[in-house]
């Protein structure tokens, strides 16, 4: 058995709104166990015997079918949670800025993004991984930072989606003891 997180793009923003006690409902006839949701931001933490790409598929699915909205999600082992975790070189909690990390299914899409981003005067990222950029943005000046409005682009959204990194802090936690659970 497998143990993942799972990231979903665009929930309780934009006028898709998921309960996480319905979307556990939801879940229980697709071929997870031990689903735990996290926060309201949609992050979930499961086991299952399919692979990840087979858990995106039948999760995207489930979403679908279930609450009717052209649903996308980044799906990532339990240990490469962790890893991004520890690869970040920014802090989970500053006064000044918030770190954030942008998740990606496609990795070549999340190289395009890095590279224009790159561009941006004034911004700082790092690439963490092919699936993970790390980036900062001022404390209350998130969804006005140049990345984060770059990010935004609908051609972004089907394979992006973005945590700050306290949430992942949570989702390793919880992911991790899934993992030896």
């Known amino acids: 058995m497998n143990s993942y997180a799972v990231f979903l793009r665009g929930v309780n923003v934009g006028g898709v709104n998921i309960k996480m006690a319905e979307l556990k409902e939801a879940l229980k006839s697709r071929p997870f ?64 800025t918030h770190s ?9 899409i ?14 700082e990222l790092t690439r ?16 006005d930072s140049p990345f984060s409005k770059l990010s935004a682009k609908a051609k972004y959204k089907a394979s992006t989606t973005t945590r700050n990194l306290r949430t992942l802090v949570k989702v390793r936690d919880a992911a991790e003891l899934l993992a030896t659970g």
């Open 100 to 108: 954030y990390v942008t998740l990606s299914s496609d990795t070549g």
């Open 33 to 96: 166990s031990a689903v735990k949701t996290l926060l309201a931001s949609g992050n979930v933490v499961l086991a299952s015997e399919l692979p990840a790409a087979g858990v995106k598929a039948e999760f995207e699915a489930c979403l679908r079918a279930t609450f009717g909205y052209d649903a996308w999600v980044v799906v990532l082992a339990a240990g490469r949670v962790a890893e991004l975790v520890d690869a970040c070189p920014y802090p989970a909690d500053d006064t000044v």
């Open 128 to 143: 963490l991984g092919p699936e993970a950029v790390a980036w900062l943005a001022p404390a209350g000046g998130t969804l």
């Open 110 to 123: 999340l190289s395009e993004l890095y590279v224009a981003g790159s561009a941006l005067d004034g911004v």
